[in-house]
């Protein structure tokens, strides 16, 4: 299955994401992402959240529509977002694609990156998508696809990363250690279509950028 999970962050051109989202089995809506996903055209199938930042006129649009609402308090200790990535696996989500995961709290961008590592770690394949970047978490295979001089970053996360070997990107790392403290990853560049990249040991940030 896969799930959209809509935050409340920023999401930027909302054209650009529509073309690029992947098409969902299920969508939740995390709080006022609700109305990033009216303007998206994404139908909610859950809407949960503390409702702090929706006005109440919205939610009760869909409450009289019939779709399903979870209200959480306000003092708790997940965040909205997290709340719909743990219902998201709970169901069984084979892939999780997050937007409105970044936006000017930068500690709420940062947890949200967390959460990627919670769902690759349960071997699930999961995205933050915005209009200019899909930022994915991997200590496997990661194969990309992209256009020939597209920018993509590999950055380690949590500690140094091993890179076994990358294919189709204009910097190749061969048998190479992306330190922590040293982010030499940022803006390789793909050379051909179709990109590759296997992670020996670690945990490795990819971020592939439209610009």
């Not at 977002?81 to 409105?100: C, F, K, N």
């Not at 769902?119 to 999961?126: D, P, Q, V």
């Not at 496997?140 to 001089?149: E, F, S």
Request: proline letters at 4%; glycine letters at 10%.
């Amino acid at each position: 299955m896969k799930v959209i999970v809509v935050a409340n962050g920023d999401i930027g051109d909302r054209r650009k994401v529509k073309e690029i989202l992947p098409k969902a089995d299920y969508v939740i809506c995390a709080d006022g992402g609700l109305e990033h996903a009216e303007e998206l055209g994404l139908a909610p199938d859950l809407i949960l959240g503390d409702f702090d930042s929706l006005a109440g006129d919205i939610l009760q649009r869909y409450r009289d529509a019939g779709i399903p609402i979870k209200e959480y308090p306000q003092d708790k200790d997940k965040t909205d977002t997290q709340i719909a990535v743990d219902l998201a696996m709970d169901m069984g989500a084979s892939h999780v694609y997050i937007l409105g995961a970044f936006g000017s709290r930068w500690d709420h961008s940062y947890a949200n990156v967390m959460l990627l590592y919670k769902l690759a770690s349960s071997n699930i394949e999961a995205q933050i998508i915005d209009d200019h970047n899909t930022v994915m978490l991997s200590n496997g295979v990661v194969r990309l696809t992209g256009q020939v001089g597209q920018f993509v970053s590999l950055l380690p996360f949590g500690g140094d990363v091993h890179i076994a070997y990358t294919q189709g990107l204009k910097y190749p790392l061969i048998d190479k250690w992306l330190p922590l403290d040293f982010p030499y990853g940022v803006s390789n560049v793909f050379v051909r279509p179709n990109a590759e990249i296997r992670v020996g040991s670690g945990w490795l940030i990819v971020v592939k950028a439209r610009d």
